[in-house]
């Protein structure tokens, strides 16, 4: 069994982090900037999310206007952080003259003040040369993505954007491509929310509780409630810090980390009931079908099933198999001690030492997933020994 001791012994050296220029040049970026256009991965996280809003919160109270912008919705108890329903999936609407109207936001969907509005209604009747018009925002920040095109759509449907406006790199990824005109990319961060936090205490603001319980939404979820080995006393400070500004740290915990939907809680039931070992208990795994989930109701979802298996007391690799709704195998993996990442980039997947995933592509079978990286994983193993 894993103990302690082994834990500690294996902990990671802390990267190096940001530069004092970097720190400068941002700083500098943001105090210059009036409207600010803040952007985060696509298929959000809650790190993503608890960036994006609780940064937004302490901007505006700072005084600037922020537009708030990920190409996919959050879903679940994301969607009921504070500020939520103002994030924008599409940003043509609010700087493109062409065809503006067609898909204009919804009144108070996105920022205020908005002197492009009016603008807008006129120039679809007068036909003005395209280019004219000045851009609504005068920075970007892009937060917790470690590539531009991490961003997903945001960044594709609007590639001349990221040219032409100063971006500011926030993140916390080993992997990041350092994009930005200014990188404030700490690996040693436990959540992009920790380097914001850092941020604001630069910029002299102090986050109101609405920005307060976004970043602390995003650490938690992003360090499992501080557990993981990216957890430092600088964390904990900092976290402490946005409990005395009025986050609710319990409330978050519950509704965040412990509560689960109905429809998640009835699918485990099942899939639990499909738990295996092999190579003398070193591997677990759990298989999903799409009856399961069919049968299952709404916000039936398989998150967290590969960390029960990988958890579970003398087990080195965890793994979910599941069909999709594509017909493909998505199989994830979790393990304490064996590079799972290499193993799912046999089969075209990455990720992280701790967590990793890949698929196969439909007509593929669970079966056929399965024996695939059952033999993956046992050579993993005996190489390992
Ligand atoms: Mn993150």
New binding site residues.
């Given amino acids: 069994m894993t103990t302690v001791a082994a834990d500690v012994a294996s902990a990671p050296e802390i990267p190096p982090a940001i530069t004092d220029d970097d720190w400068s040049a941002a700083v500098e970026l943001v105090r210059n900037a009036h409207r600010i256009l803040l952007c985060t991965h696509r298929k959000p996280?809650g790190?993503?999310i608890g960036?994006l809003l609780g940064l937004g919160h302490a901007l505006e109270s700072g005084g600037k206007q922020v537009t708030l912008a990920c190409a996919d919705r959050p879903d679940g108890s994301l969607a009921t952080l504070p500020g939520a329903a103002r994030i924008v999936t599409d940003l043509a609407p609010l700087y493109r003259p062409a065809g503006a109207a067609r898909a204009a936001p919804r009144a108070g969907e996105d920022h205020e003040g908005s002197e492009g509005d009016a603008t807008d209604n006129r120039s679809a009747g007068l036909s003005r040369a395209p280019a004219v018009r000045p851009l609504p925002w005068d920075l970007i920040i892009s937060l917790?993505a470690s590539a531009l095109d991490r961003l997903g759509a945001l960044y594709d449907a609007n590639r001349p954007l990221f040219e032409r406006l100063p971006v500011i790199d926030l993140?916390?990824?080993f992997t990041n491509d350092r994009f930005g005109n200014a990188n404030l990319v700490d690996p040693g961060a436990a959540?992009?929310t920790e380097v914001i936090t850092l941020i604001l205490e630069r910029l002299g603001i102090t986050p109101n509780v609405a920005a307060a319980t976004c970043l602390l939404a995003?650490m938690m979820t992003?360090s499992l409630s501080f557990q993981t080995e990216s957890t430092t006393p600088r964390t904990l400070r900092l976290a402490a810090s946005l409990v005395e500004a009025g986050a609710p740290i319990s409330a978050l915990a519950y509704v965040l980390l412990r509560q689960r939907p109905m429809g998640g809680a009835l699918l485990w039931s099942k899939a639990l009931g499909t738990l295996q070992f092999a190579a003398d208990g070193k591997i677990a795994w759990i298989e999903v079908t799409r009856a399961m989930i069919e049968s299952s109701g709404p916000a039936a979802d398989s998150g967290g099933l590969s960390g029960f298996a990988g958890n579970i007391a003398g087990v080195q690799v965890g793994m979910a198999l599941e069909e999709g709704a594509d017909g493909n195998v998505y199989v994830g993996l979790r393990s304490q001690s064996v590079d799972i990442a290499a193993i799912a980039a046999q089969f075209g997947g990455g990720g992280h030492k701790r967590a990793a995933g890949c698929h196969f592509l439909s007509p593929a079978t669970i079966a056929d997933a399965r024996a695939k990286m059952l033999a993956a994983i046992e050579a993993a193993l005996a190489a390992g020994e």
């Fill in positions: 996280d790190d993503a960036s917790d993140d916390h990824h959540s992009a995003g992003d």
